[in-house]
């Protein structure tokens, strides 16, 4: 007798696209403002092909669990650490997987930041797991904001509010401003051991807040990981490092950082709360802030030349200070993005964190790589030569992505987002027409993707793509404004 239940997709059900990809595939032809595969838009080297040819051409074939010893210790010469805190994996996609069953069980939570791209969810449910949402919300003037009560929520931890006379009347107003974009209501804490109101986010100025973490019955069962995608995508906006740290150590979590567009900013430097960033130093590799590095400081505003900012480096090379701490956490990077180069399917994943942390998610992480051994030879073998084309490359996309940034802000005064990095904008529609993305695909045959695509709230957003050639960037956007 047949079962009733499918045999297959158990775990993920029956799934299906959502209105505007089903709407998609009937318009093959329409114009395509979402394409952001570098390799459609001529960004990706030549050189890249001839390194990957050169590699193959090596006879022999040695397995290692974490990728040729070369190959990371290139990794670690250009972005700091030790060959052994470094494993190659396929892709990024690939690295989740892999941490996801190294740092959980099925019906464990992971906590997401939100908006967001439409994969992390798949992949947390691919392994077992729930999810638990933190949130960005955008203001006109500071652009993305992190709410920090969310992230708390998230994580299963509760902020403490700071002593009296901590926290500014300006801050206070700031939080107020916060929480009416986000729709949300401050709520009393009970208890006199909490004592003050719940934090709902913290403002620039705003003393750091205090994590106490949930326990039995007094919450929700803290998260075992804590993903910051860093910058996000499609918001641009670069992570307080302070906030995600103390709420993975309240919980015990492990902190998974995704840092594939990290070199791709949009602004001078990114405009981090209260928490410092390393910056690469004239030979396009980080200089962390303790050691000495410094930042450029000539007050001017506007967008910066890569080469004035890092010297002949380039903009390369750049490794965040999210990571790292009391925490242990998971950096993850690759070639798709720092090469232009997503058909090359070479990712890494770096352990950062106390030594005893580390060593035992290495254990874990050997075996689950072991298993799979799913790096090619060609493409870890010349990953040394690879990484001489990421300066080239990283200048390449930066320019194109901030003069078609430009024309988009001198056609959309006053509706294009804050846009701290990236490869994608968002904007405002002069309208907040339900389904104006349907709408812009029926009867214009084009392509944009709605805002609630990313989970970005209203109807107004529309997502872009940045990386098309310039004339070509002008031409679509002629189109859309003419369309709405």
Avoid at 43 to 66: H, I, K, M, N, S
Avoid at 313 to 319: D, I, K, L, S
Wanted: with cysteine; glycine share 10%.
């Amino acid at each position: 007798m047949p079962s009733s239940v499918p045999r297959y997709g158990l775990r993920l059900g029956q799934r299906r696209l959502n209105s505007w990809s089903e709407e998609r595939l009937k318009h093959p032809a329409a114009r395509d403002l979402t394409d952001t595969n570098p390799s459609h838009h001529g960004l990706t080297a030549p050189e890249v092909g001839q390194c990957l040819a050169r590699a193959a051409r090596q006879p022999v074939y040695e397995p290692d669990p974490r990728g040729p010893l070369q190959a990371r210790q290139a990794l670690a010469d250009r972005f700091g650490s030790s060959p052994e805190r470094y494993w190659l994996t396929a892709s990024t996609s690939e690295a989740y997987a892999w941490l996801f069953q190294v740092l959980t069980l099925p019906g464990d939570v992971v906590a997401l930041p939100q908006p967001g791209y439409p994969l992390l969810e798949p992949l947390a449910a691919l392994a077992g797991l729930k999810t638990r949402d933190y949130w960005f919300h955008y203001l006109p003037v500071d652009g993305w904001v992190m709410d920090q009560s969310t992230l708390a929520e998230a994580a299963g931890c509760v902020p403490l509010a700071d002593q009296p006379g901590e926290v500014s009347e300006a801050d206070l107003a700031r939080r107020r401003t916060l929480e009416v974009a986000s729709g949300r209501v401050v709520r009393r804490a009970e208890g006199a051991q909490v004592g003050a109101a719940r934090r709902r986010a913290e403002g620039a100025q705003a003393a750091p807040a205090r994590w106490l973490a949930q326990v039995g019955d007094a919450g929700p069962a803290p998260a075992k990981a804590i993903v910051a995608v860093n910058p996000g995508n499609p918001t641009g906006v670069y992570c307080p490092p302070g906030p995600l740290q103390r709420a993975a150590a309240s919980t015990g979590a492990a902190l998974i950082v995704d840092e594939v567009f990290w070199p791709f900013s949009l602004e001078e430097e990114p405009d981090v709360e209260a928490d410092h960033f390393d910056w690469p130093g004239a030979d396009g590799r980080r200089t962390d802030a303790a050691e000495g590095g410094e930042s450029r400081s000539d007050g001017q505003s506007g967008p910066v030349d890569s080469r004035k900012a890092v010297g002949s480096g380039g903009r390369g090379g750049r490794a965040s200070h999210l990571a790292g701490g009391e925490v242990l956490s998971a950096r993850l990077d690759g070639l798709s993005k720092r090469l232009a180069a997503p058909g090359v399917k070479l990712a890494w994943i770096r352990l950062d964190g106390p030594d005893h942390l580390v060593e035992e998610a290495a254990v874990a992480l050997d075996r689950v790589a072991d298993t799979y051994l799913s790096v090619g030879a060609a493409p870890a073998g010349a990953l040394p030569e690879l990484l001489e084309l990421e300066n080239a490359t990283v200048e390449r996309i930066w320019r194109r992505t901030m003069t078609n940034l430009e024309r988009l802000r001198s056609i959309w005064p006053g509706r294009t987002r804050r846009q701290q990095a990236g490869w994608v904008a968002v904007i405002d529609a002069p309208n907040g027409e339900a389904d104006l993305a349907l709408r812009l695909l029926r009867d214009h045959q084009l392509a944009v993707h709605p805002g609630w695509f990313y989970n970005i709230p209203g109807e107004r957003a529309l997502v872009v793509s940045l990386l098309p050639e310039p004339s070509r960037f002008a031409s679509n956007l002629a189109a859309l404004s003419a369309a709405v």
